[in-house]
């Protein structure tokens, strides 16, 4: 999803172009997405690796950490994903306004902190790519993704309230379409943002119970 289309304005990959050329390019694109990426989000996002193969149409990234935001927890991250797969034609990325049939994100955790003074860290990240929201000076691209797949993760809540508590459940597929009513797509931070709220309203679904500060509450703060 946003994780991967921040990626488009980063590198193109010709089918001529040799080996040495593509691995360039893969190094280029994963700086390029650690950058939009922590911008956007205003915490720390590393990922592992980035392959594209012009010839199979694939474009895989691999271990993408999104960090806490500050104030939570830096030694545990927010979310991390195993793998993330594009299947389209690589040119597609370079549309004026791309669509993708299908993005799935494979494996990982999401991992959400309560924090009685902060809120909670996942909603914290979707306040951050949220600032963006609103008329912009220069127009942005949008994307459209129509099956956007979350399969066989991690769902952690763990809080602080009283005692410290982790719950956890896993959810074997998630699904999400990136596409306004009018049929345009969204931007990186728009795409963000819808994203993170999905989440939230999944992790609203363990029911945290807590006789002084609701799940719900928190996560509105």
């Known amino acids: 999803m946003a994780i991967v289309l921040a990626l488009s304005g980063f590198v193109a990959?010709?089918?001529?172009?040799?080996?040495?050329?593509?691995?360039?390019?893969?190094?280029?694109?994963r700086r390029g997405i650690e950058a939009v990426l922590s911008f956007v989000l205003e915490t720390d996002v590393a990922v592992e690796s980035v392959r594209l193969d012009g010839d199979a149409n694939i474009?895989?990234?691999?271990?993408?950490?999104?960090?806490?935001p500050r104030g939570f927890d830096r030694d545990t991250p927010?979310?991390?994903?195993?793998?993330i797969l594009v299947e389209a034609p690589l040119d597609v990325l370079f549309a004026s306004e791309p669509v993708f049939q299908t993005v799935k994100i494979q494996g990982g955790t999401v991992h959400a902190e309560i924090n009685p003074r902060r809120g909670v860290n996942i909603k914290r990240l979707m306040?951050?790519?949220?600032r963006f929201k609103g008329p912009q000076?220069?127009?942005?691209?949008?994307?459209?993704v129509e099956q956007a797949l979350m399969e066989d993760f991690a769902l952690k809540v763990t809080t602080q309230l009283?005692?410290?508590?982790?719950?956890?459940?896993?959810?074997?597929?998630?699904?999400?379409?990136?596409?306004r009513d009018d049929g345009r797509g969204f931007?990186?931070?728009?795409?963000?943002?819808?994203?993170?709220?999905?989440?939230?309203?999944?992790?609203?679904?363990?029911?945290?119970?807590?006789?002084?500060?609701?799940?719900?509450?928190?996560?509105?703060?």
């Open 13 to 29: 990959v010709a089918e001529s172009d040799g080996a040495p050329e593509v691995r360039r390019r893969e190094r280029i694109a």
């Open 127 to 130: 306040d951050s790519a949220d």
């Open 137 to 144: 000076l220069l127009p942005q691209k949008r994307w459209v």
């Open 187 to 221: 931007t990186a931070s728009e795409a963000l943002t819808r994203i993170l709220g999905q989440l939230i309203d999944e992790l609203d679904l363990l029911n945290l119970e807590d006789p002084i500060i609701p799940l719900g509450e928190l996560f509105r703060r």
């Open 59 to 68: 474009l895989e990234l691999g271990n993408l950490t999104i960090a806490n």
């Open 162 to 179: 009283l005692r410290r508590e982790t719950r956890e459940r896993h959810v074997e597929s998630l699904e999400m379409t990136l596409k």
């Open 78 to 83: 927010a979310m991390s994903f195993e793998k």
